[in-house]
């Protein structure tokens, strides 16, 4: 047993029995142990003590954790929602489970009705056809396969179960051709007014298998909106008509459009283009392209082709790995996992959330340290020296004081200027929350040193000549610790909700830089909080680590009181 241990431990001499056994002994804590274990038993303070840690850590690895640039922006992907992880892989001719992967997804306006679509696309990658004299050929796109150096090719991105076929080509890309018919309604009768033919990458939106099955994808609408979209980019020749807009408006009921695949185009890997009518071969099956999702994988961060690309970790050595992402093999944009969706701009959300959470979680301890050092300072000339210095700095206390906080808040953030650096407005706020904060922890701390200086000790040692600020800083701030360690952790989420009031407001941290409080002002139309609900996350994480503070705050307080020790 080490030294300090024998000294805790204090053996009570008890009468021993016959067996020479002691029949209890008593162990002495320290007061650290003592406020320990007061603190342990207050679970909701245990649970927000777990939740900080946790989110600071994340705070630390956020590069480490973000699987995309929280920067970087992908229109095909605004507002997308959470994206699906899938488990199962199905084809008319294969089902069957495999590990978790992602399809390519496209948010998009439709143009027939204006209304917001999220869709998931099939890429082919692997389309076998038989031709009308019973000959089988399978394209399949060079990115699914692995080429050894011998020549020999074995399927990698192929799915579970699907083997190559006996005969193949490896096509550079598949595109599948389709023709789309619109029709519009006229007095009760439907009028072709578009034939066009189009090469397109996606077999369809959405998993439909019946499009290569030669079927049809029908859609049909009644809106007033896309009546009049068509009515300004067709100019209305329907049939033998030729109508003004207002004029096709009074006669539409509704527009159709009618999608058929007719072919399957393909180009090997010279780029030659090579043609497949399906009047001249029918598709037997096919595969589509799915992502992998995987852990430690290289997403973003400096690489051959983009070298200032660059992720940290503790902001000094450059990353190549994240904790997950999806094996993007062959680059499509279309091909991501956003867990918690996407904004207007198609910046990953939770990545985001992370790189925020350095300012919404920061700026509380930094702003702390500011208020402290200013509401020691004031509050302790104003207890010690008393007299015409007290009363200067309380006045000045109560005039700030007096003035409604978040109205001083918007006035001292409104007279900076609004196109300074994100770095410097972070900078700003630190210091008007900061100021706004100290006057009235400066009263409550004058009070205490106006009690604690009548003390014994304190006279002591103002008579045995010690300096002020020795007597300050070494018997009067010591006995106020407990008041200060409580209440700086329970004003800490004043200054998170500060900044994210700001933030919201739009006075605060500015695009494209990311805070909880300025991701917030996305959801203030009532369309994204319609159609985008997963905007609001950064608001259940302020009110987490808020809560979670509240917790530890109150734990301490427990911890702190002499009743509670035992």
Partial sequence: MSEEKKKNLNQVNVPADESGSIDFEEVFLTRGQLMWRAFKKNKLAMFGMWVLIIMYIAMLFADFLAPYDPFTQNLNHSLKKPTTVLSKYEVNDLKTRMAPYVLPELSYIDKLDYTQNFKSMLFPSRIKVKYNDGKELAIIDKHVVEQKEDGTVIPKYLPKGRKLDDKFV????????????????????????????????????????????????????????????????????IGFYAMNEQEAMERLTAIK?????????????????????LDEAKVVSYDYKFYPIKFFIKSWGPNETDPERVGYLFWIIPLHYHLFGIDNYDNNEYATINIFGSDRYGRDVWSRIIFASRISLTIGFIGLFVTLVLS?????????????????????????????????????????????????????????????????????????????????????????????????????????????IVSSTLSIPGYILGEAGLSYLGLGIREPSASWGNMLTAAQDVYILEKAPWLLIPGAFIFIVVLSFNFVGDGLRDAFDPRALG
């Fill in 170 to 237: 490896l096509a550079e890309s598949i595109k599948l051709v389709v023709r789309t018919i619109k029709y519009a309604q006229v007095d009760g009768e439907w009028k072709q007014y578009s034939n066009e033919t189009e090469d397109i990458e996606a077999l369809v939106f959405g998993v439909d298998n019946e499009i290569l099955e030669k079927g049809k994808n029908i859609r049909t609408t009644t809106s007033r909106t896309a009546r009049s979209f068509v009515a300004q980019n067709e100019g209305w020749k």
């Fill in 376 to 484: 020691l300072f004031f509050g302790a000339l104003a207890g010690f020296y008393g007299g015409l210095v007290d009363e200067l700095i309380m006045r000045f206390c109560e005039i700030l004081m007096a003035i409604p906080g978040f109205y001083l808040l918007l006035l001292l953030r409104a007279i900076l200027p609004i196109d300074i650096p994100s770095s410097t407005t972070y900078m700003l706020l630190i210091f008007i929350l900061a100021f706004l904060g100290w006057p009235g922890r400066a009263r409550i701390i004058r009070g205490q040193i106006l009690a604690e200086r009548q003390r014994e000790y304190v006279e002591a040692a103002i008579a045995l000549g010690y300096p002020d600020l020795r007597i300050m800083w070494r018997h009067i701030i010591p006995n106020l610790a407990t008041y200060i």
């Fill in 257 to 277: 459009v009618e999608q058929d695949l007719i072919g399957i185009k393909y180009y090997d890997q010279d780029f030659n283009e090579y043609e497949i009518s």
